[in-house]
């Protein structure tokens, strides 16, 4: 049963609010909310593909990574984005070295993530193309933001561009990937994944589940 204090979400629920207001909400929420520019935006429940494809990313970056420098951190992570834009909760975050964190009302928000991924829907992928897309490659230490399609076999890696000669200016590059045998590596931990372990067991389109047999 829940207590007098909690709040529940409605997947399309904006509230303007303060950022502390935010917080003290979400200390009490059942729910996950995420924070742009003043307003407070409720999260929709996942369908089952994307649920499935969040679970293989980190199982295969959790094997990758034991006993390394990184470790890969699952939705319930908050981050703050680059100067006042606000609270969000990738589908997960990797870190490298010793994680940095902002702690509001006991909630600890990652200031140095190395990657971030978002599993896209109907519902966000918009969002996640492009707000954001600008907001996590305004944050310095992201090397990589991967976004990954849950109703077909499509992922696009955006990376982040090393300055050379005299072009001091960093810059960000993106590579797609569109075939189950293709395989993209994270350069910012060391980590090699197919899309066919991306996509293992979810029913896309026109085609049977992925499998990495």
């Given at each position: ?7 529940m979400?409605?997947?399309?629920q ?8 935010y ?46 420098n990184?470790?890969p ?46 599993v896209?829907?109907?519902s966000?992928?918009?969002?996640d ?33 090393t300055?050379?000669?005299d ?9 797609p ?8 590596t994270?350069e ?7 899309l066919a ?13 992925l499998?990495?047999?």
């Amino acid at each position: 049963m829940l207590g007098d204090n909690a709040v529940m979400a409605s997947p399309v629920q904006h509230i303007p609010m303060s950022e502390d207001a935010y917080f003290e909400m979400l200390e009490k929420s059942i729910d996950k909310y995420e924070y742009w520019n003043g307003v407070a935006v409720g999260m929709a429940g996942a369908q089952p593909e994307h649920v499935q494809i969040e679970a293989n990313i980190v199982g295969e970056l959790f094997q990758q990574l034991r006993g390394k420098n990184c470790r890969p951190l699952g939705s319930n992570q908050a981050v703050k984005l680059a100067g006042s834009g606000g609270y969000v909760f990738p589908d997960i975050t990797v870190v490298c070295g010793k994680p940095e964190y902002i702690v509001k009302r006991g909630i600890g928000c990652l200031l140095n993530p190395s990657l971030v991924v978002e599993v896209l829907s109907s519902s966000t992928a918009a969002l996640d193309e492009t707000d954001k897309l600008l907001a996590y490659t305004a944050i310095r230490t992201i090397r990589e933001y991967l976004v990954v399609s849950s109703d077909r076999c499509a992922v696009k890696l955006f990376f982040r561009r090393t300055p050379s000669g005299d072009n001091l200016d960093e810059t960000w590059g993106v590579r797609p990937y569109a075939l189950s045998t293709d395989s993209l590596t994270f350069e910012s931990c060391g980590c090699t994944l197919t899309l066919a372990e991306l996509y293992a067991g979810v029913d896309l389109p026109g085609r049977n589940s992925l499998s990495t047999e």
